[in-house]
């Protein structure tokens, strides 16, 4: 009896520490290898762990992002209280101009962004659920205004010409500050 008791005990042990035990990863022999998941091959032109590269091209001026995108975009040359321009572009669909308060804190940090793109598609980027949505004509195009005050609209949007346009504003803009932009934004 003592023998099979034993003999139980051991048998017990080893599944326990097969059951616990764990597989690493391999780790990677050489700089442009990478380690897969335990448990998985990588296929012929497949990695783990690559992340994809950012689509977005930094550009020094509005004739750059043009050369990017395939078309131009006018937009105001600055906003008050918003002093950090950045200009960016995806190849051959969009131009997004950045104006930023210049605040590293991300509770004070606002930003107004216009955005221009080919097609019709929303632009905006923004999945909020706005409990103000209106549409008003301003300059001759049916522009969706988007807030969740009466006086404050955060996403402003519209198509004219082929090309889809956005504004989103962080703080939100009043509807005459959004008119006066739809009329410089082309």
């Known amino acids: 009896m003592k023998k099979i008791l034993v003999i139980l005990l051991a048998l017990i042990t080893v599944f326990g520490i097969t059951a616990c035990g764990k597989t690493e990863a391999p780790v990677p022999s050489q700089p442009d290898e990478t380690a897969q998941p335990s448990g ?7 990695t783990y762990g690559a992340y994809m ?17 395939g078309f131009e975009i006018a937009v105001p040359d600055r906003i008050e209280g918003y002093p950090e321009i950045i200009i960016t ?8 101009v950045y104006y930023g308060n210049g ?4 509770e004070n940090a606002q930003d107004i962004k216009i955005r221009k793109g080919i097609g019709n598609e929303a632009l905006e980027g923004d999945y909020t659920e706005y409990s103000n949505i209106i549409t008003q004509t301003m300059h001759g195009v049916e522009v969706t205004l988007k807030g969740n005050t009466q006086d404050k609209f955060n996403s402003a949007s519209w ?13 939100g803009l009043s509807a005459q500050q959004i008119e006066n932009m739809v009329e410089l934004v082309k």
Not at 57 to 64: M, V
Not at 103 to 106: H, P, Y
């Open 40 to 46: 998985e091959e990588a296929t012929e032109g497949e």
């Open 53 to 69: 590269a950012n689509p977005w091209k930094d550009c020094a001026t509005l004739e750059d992002a043009a050369k990017v995108a």
């Open 89 to 96: 572009a995806l190849d051959k669909k969009m131009i997004q």
């Open 103 to 106: 605040s590293l804190d991300f």
């Open 159 to 171: 198509v004219q010409s082929g090309y889809s346009y956005c504004i989103f504003a962080t703080d």
